[in-house]
Each structure stands twice: as C-alpha cells, then as structure tokens.
C-alpha cells in the first residue's frame, strides 16, 4: 500500500529564510508526487507534481521540490519565504502501477508560520 | 476559467437527519472525486467517477453513504441518517483526463458539523 509521512506538524520560520517543508512516502514502484497548499477555510491548492525527469521540480510561488529516489523523499523549498505561505501543506503520492486505485494518498499535513 | 464550486460551504445538522453537498466540476474534467478531510488531517478518497461511471468507491461507507453524478458533470453526495463522526470537511476534485498523472484540482470543501 502507498504512504506519506510528513514527520513534522508544525514548521515556524523567519520570512526572508528559506524554508523546507519534509515528505517521506512509501510506495511499490516509481511514485508520481505531488504538493498542495491549503489557507484557512479553503480548498486545496496544487503547487507542484513529480512525474518523471528532472529530480528538482518548480512551482507556484516560487516554490521547488526536489526528489530523492534513494531517500524516499520529495522535500518541498522555498529560498526565501513571505508571511504568506503561512498555511497548511500537503504531500501526496500515486502508484502509477496500480492503475486500478489511482487514489492520491495524503500526508497528515505541516502547519508553516513565517514569522514577521 | 471557473475553479470547482462547491455547495453550501457551511453545513449544520443534528444527527440522524439528512444531508447532501453538491459539486461542480471545472468545465471538461471528465474525473470526478469525492474526499473528506478530518480534522487535522489530510483528504481521504470516498469515490471516484469517471464521466457517470462511479470507478472506486472502495471507501465510500455504503450503509449511509450515496453518490450520483448524472449526465457526467454536477455530482451530489448524500449522508442519510448522518452521525456524530461525519463530522469534517467535504472536498470535491477534479481532473481533465484518466491519466494518473492527472492534477486533481479541489473545491473549496462543505464543512459539515453533525450535533
């Protein structure tokens, strides 16, 4: 069965700091990877997929994620971050080889506080 | 372009009583998804359609649980009686294809609260 972890609930940084928001997953074979963003009493919003290619991905608002196949990891950055990204993040990820499921499993999320 | 519209956005209801969430989907997404969020936690799949086709409903608690999505666009989901653990957000997704590459994008939710 495919997994996420995001090993921390709450991520606090000074704004103008880079910040990183860490994903763990677990699946059977190459994962496609994604991150959202969600703001208080909103939807989810896509930032960023990693399907194939290049290991670094960019995203909305200058957001990057890089994978990491040895480590299991798709870690999402941000070089210098604003008060707001405050908000809750979610990793997610998809065994493309189950065709069947084709379910995005989702992490438990990461609270980040950009701190003025 | 149109996000997905949800509705209502808030819901309150005492338990045992029905309750239903409609959702529109971005115009030509063809895949459809039902999820619910508990608090403090991620999205979890209820169902999946594509076009009028319910694909994986796995998850989707039957027993009070109901679902349609006529003629492959609006789809509605259904609570009958609700209870006291239903409570949570109601998301509904989209995607334009059946590749699971697709990007899933999401209403706003219903955020329902059972008393």
């Known amino acids: 069965a495919q997994s996420v972890a995001q090993p921390e609930d709450q991520v606090n940084v000074a704004e103008g700091n880079p910040l990183t928001v860490k994903c763990t997953y677990s699946v059977s074979g190459n994962p496609y990877l994604f991150w959202y963003v969600q703001y208080p009493n909103r939807g989810l919003q896509f930032l960023l997929k990693?399907?194939?290619?290049?290991?670094l991905v960019k995203g909305s608002y200058g957001f990057e994620a890089e994978f990491n196949k040895s480590q299991t990891s798709f870690h999402l950055k941000k070089p210098s971050a604003l008060v707001s990204d405050s908000a809750l993040y979610f990793c997610a990820v998809r065994d493309p080889v189950r065709e069947s499921a084709r379910q995005l499993t989702f992490g438990s999320g990461t609270q980040l506080t950009v701190l003025p | 372009e149109a996000g997905v519209v949800q509705s209502p956005r808030y819901k309150i209801i005492e338990k045992k009583q029905p309750v239903a969430f409609w959702c529109n989907p971005i115009?030509?997404?063809?895949?459809l998804y039902w999820y619910r969020q508990n608090l403090g936690q991620g999205p979890e799949l209820l169902i999946r359609?594509?076009?009028?086709?319910?694909?994986?409903d796995s998850q989707l608690p039957k027993d009070r649980f109901s679902a349609e999505r006529l003629k492959g666009v609006d789809s509605t989901l259904k609570i009958q009686p609700a209870e006291l653990g239903d409570s949570a957000v109601y998301l509904c997704?989209?995607?334009?294809?059946?590749?699971?590459?697709?990007?899933?994008?999401f209403g706003p939710g219903t955020r329902l609260l059972v008393l």
């Open positions: 997704a989209s995607s334009s294809g059946t590749s699971t590459a697709e990007t899933q994008y």
């Open positions: 359609y594509e076009n009028e086709e319910a694909v994986d």
């Open positions: 990693y399907i194939t290619g290049d290991n």
């Open positions: 115009s030509g997404h063809n895949t």
